[in-house]
């Protein structure tokens, strides 16, 4: 009573078979629904099809290689590289330069924190020039002091 398929052969080559029972409505069986197909049939489009998803497979593959190639780098490779050497010429000493930030993701806010490092570190490098000038100065108003009370000692103990 339920669908039966089955394969043979014959003069004309291998065939297929699917037989599908029909019954009545009171369930009394009425006869056979037979159809069949050749295997060489079959066979070929069963190829020609595996063929064509293995085409569409690897166009897909490779489209979407390329996509994730152009997003990592484009969004990432790139982004990293620029903020290395813009990292590198801070290190070397040229704190002029700043990293150009868009968005909010991670990359962003390494660009962000460098840029801040290199701000601070400005501000700090002024600090010291200032408190180095600032000492330059105290150390010349001593020297002079210094020299004004020698001179005094040397009166002093002249006479």
Known sequence: KAPLVHSYSDRMGGHYEKV??????????????RIALKQSAVSQQTRSLL??????AFLSFGVATILVYLF???GITKPITEQATIAGSMAAGDLSREIAVS???EIAQLGSA????????REMIGKVKQTGASLGDAIVLMT???????????????L
Do not use: C, Y
């Open 114 to 121: 460098i840029n801040t490092m290199s701000s601070n570190l």
């Open 144 to 158: 002079g002091a210094t020299q004004k009370m020698s001179q005094g000692a040397r009166r002093f103990h002249q």
């Open 103 to 105: 968005g909010e993701t």
């Open 20 to 33: 599908i029972p029909l019954v009545s409505t009171e369930n009394k069986p009425l006869g056979v629904f």
């Open 72 to 74: 990592v780098d484009r």
């Open 51 to 56: 063929s064509w998803s293995l085409v569409v």
